[in-house]
């Protein structure tokens, strides 16, 4: 299931957040969103989630105007991967991971087998089955974020969104969650993932799509978008792109 997003603008207020954003995700890749803070990311998945009103253009996912469609409708299309935080109420990894399925039924019903099925599925995808029965709060970051991604899944919907999914990780959980989105891209999910860093981008993406004050500044493979011209205009920061038998890694030029 592809995400087109068509000519999108919001603001707060008197204040523009988005001007003019016109992508398309595809199927069965994943697209890395690139940009300091505020330059849209975060409201950028608020539209498409239906969380702010009020924005201008089209979000369609396979033609289908998500903005025509209930909450209900619009979580079997799209699911939301947050930043992993920590709990008021204590809650197991496999609750948490049910929570995913609640939009398949009516208002004051419980899960059935069918969705506990699909909850235990979902958490062995990610690798996470082992940890069915312990407390979410005691997870670590990795654990918790690996958590989300399997309520996504039980979710059912085939367009991922993930808001700087790594950010508060070690850089060994780092890599092992950006490895799990990759594979979920390959395995036909559309995945959509916000991050800081363009070294995400041209290790884990497909294709990358780079902001700056709320506009597209770049959009295309990570080659193209990712470059030490762009790196500079969007950071500020001198770069180098070395090629490398692993793949092309960014290097400052100065600061180290």
Same mark, same amino acid.
């Given at each position: 299931?592809?995400?087109?997003?068509?000519?999108?603008?919001?603001?707060?207020?008197?204040?523009?957040?988005?001007?003019? %954003?016109?992508?398309?995700?595809?199927?069965?890749?994943?697209?890395?969103?690139?940009?300091?803070?505020?330059?849209?990311?975060?409201?950028?998945?608020?539209? %498409?989630?239906?969380? !702010?009103?009020?924005?201008?253009?089209?979000?369609?996912?396979?033609?289908?105007?998500?903005?025509?469609?209930?909450?209900?409708?619009?979580?079997?299309?799209?699911?939301?991967?947050?930043?992993?935080?920590?709990?008021?109420?204590?809650?197991?990894?496999?609750?948490?991971?049910?929570?995913?399925?609640?939009?398949?039924?009516?208002?004051?019903?419980?899960?059935?087998?069918?969705?506990?099925?699909?909850?235990?599925?979902?958490? &062995?995808? !990610?690798?996470?089955?082992?940890?069915?029965?312990?407390?979410?709060?005691?997870?670590?970051?990795?654990?918790?974020?690996?958590?989300?991604?399997?309520?996504?899944?039980?979710?059912?919907?085939?367009?991922?969104?993930?808001? &700087?999914?790594?950010?508060?990780?070690?850089?060994?959980?780092?890599?092992?969650?950006?490895?799990?989105?990759?594979?979920?891209?390959? &395995?036909?999910?559309?995945?959509?993932?916000?991050?800081?860093?363009?070294?995400?981008?041209?290790?884990?993406?497909?294709?990358?799509? %780079?902001?700056?004050?709320?506009? !597209?500044?770049?959009?295309?493979?990570?080659?193209?978008?990712?470059?030490?011209?762009?790196?500079?205009?969007?950071?500020?920061?001198?770069?180098?792109?070395?090629?490398?038998?692993?793949?092309?890694?960014? !290097?400052? &030029?100065?600061?180290?």
């Amino acid at each position: 299931m592809s995400l087109t997003v068509d000519s999108l603008s919001f603001a707060y207020g008197k204040h523009a957040v988005l001007k003019d %954003v016109s992508f398309t995700a595809d199927k069965g890749a994943l697209l890395a969103i690139l940009g300091p803070n505020g330059v849209g990311k975060t409201t950028l998945f608020k539209c %498409v989630m239906g969380l !702010v009103k009020g924005y201008t253009g089209k979000i369609t996912a396979d033609g289908v105007d998500l903005s025509a469609l209930s909450p209900r409708e619009r979580a079997h299309r799209v699911a939301a991967i947050p930043q992993a935080h920590p709990l008021s109420f204590r809650y197991s990894a496999f609750d948490m991971v049910l929570m995913g399925t609640s939009h398949t039924l009516s208002p004051f019903a419980l899960p059935g087998e069918k969705e506990r099925a699909a909850a235990r599925a979902a958490m &062995e995808k !990610v690798g996470i089955g082992a940890l069915c029965d312990r407390p979410f709060d005691q997870l670590s970051g990795g654990e918790q974020q690996l958590v989300f991604i399997a309520r996504a899944l039980a979710q059912q919907a085939k367009i991922l969104l993930m808001d &700087e999914p790594t950010a508060s990780l070690d850089y060994g959980n780092r890599l092992h969650v950006l490895g799990v989105a990759r594979e979920l891209a390959r &395995e036909g999910y559309t995945v959509l993932l916000s991050t800081h860093d363009p070294q995400h981008a041209l290790w884990f993406a497909d294709r990358a799509l %780079v902001l700056q004050d709320g506009q !597209v500044l770049a959009l295309g493979t990570p080659g193209e978008a990712v470059t030490p011209a762009l790196m500079d205009r969007l950071y500020g920061r001198r770069v180098t792109l070395l090629d490398t038998e692993k793949g092309p890694v960014l !290097v400052p &030029e100065e600061g180290i």
